[in-house]
């Protein structure tokens, strides 16, 4: 059962304080190991949730401490989320515009359908390997490698990796992976363009078939 109190006593130098219960009674120990990790430290006047537990000595005390948001902390972890499910939704309209173009390059012969063949095939790929990673996380097993995630991305698997980060809510909040994912998009959307524009798209696909036979 979890109770809400306030923090009544905290010693941030030490790492310690007492909380009182909100229905009153007797304070409790708190110790900075038992709180969920936070964007700041515990201070005096905050409000936390916790449950009871015992100490080494048995005597209660309050774990699995957690603090809770103020008024403006919802409102900004709120805005976080729109803002991040508008991200989403952007990210999969720009998938999805991608994928129409690139069959309508096809169907106008300016791009090669193995191109546009690949880019649907390693898009699919790539979307598994976002799902098997997360289940992976989930059941604490081996994770896979975020390179892997950014060359599946960079030789056109993208559309898929915009899509799984959209359903699967998976390797959305790390900014180091997210700067780079979109440097992959931005990288093989030049490459795809810059076939398409120049016409060479159809030849630079044959040479490689070619020489694929040749081997």
Not at 2 to 30: C, I, S, T
Request: glycine content about 8%; some cysteine; charged content about 20%.
């Amino acid at each position: 059962m979890r109770y809400q109190g306030k923090l009544v006593e905290w010693h941030d130098a030490k790492g310690f304080g007492f909380v009182l219960p909100n229905a009153g009674g007797m304070k409790f120990f708190v110790h900075m190991n038992d709180f969920a990790p936070a964007p700041r430290r515990p201070a005096m006047n905050d409000l936390i949730t916790f449950e009871m537990g015992r100490d080494k000595s048995g005597r209660n005390c309050a774990i699995n401490v957690a603090l809770v948001p103020t008024s403006q902390q919802r409102v900004q972890r709120e805005r976080r989320m729109r803002q991040r499910e508008a991200a989403y939704s952007s990210a999969c309209y720009l998938a999805g515009f991608w994928i129409l173009l690139l069959f309508v390059a096809m169907a106008t012969k300016r791009l090669p359908w193995q191109l546009v063949t690949a880019v649907v095939v390693f898009s699919a790929i790539t979307y598994a390997a976002y799902s098997g990673d997360k289940q992976a996380a989930e059941s604490g097993r081996r994770r896979t490698p975020e390179n892997t995630f950014h060359l599946l991305a960079l030789i056109g698997g993208w559309p898929g990796a915009a899509i799984a980060q959209q359903r699967l809510r998976h390797k959305t909040t790390k900014q180091p992976f997210r700067s780079v994912y979109w440097l992959t998009v931005f990288l093989n959307c030049a490459t795809v363009i810059w076939l398409f524009a120049s016409g060479n798209g159809r030849g630079w696909m044959e040479a490689i078939t070619a020489a694929g036979f040749r081997m």
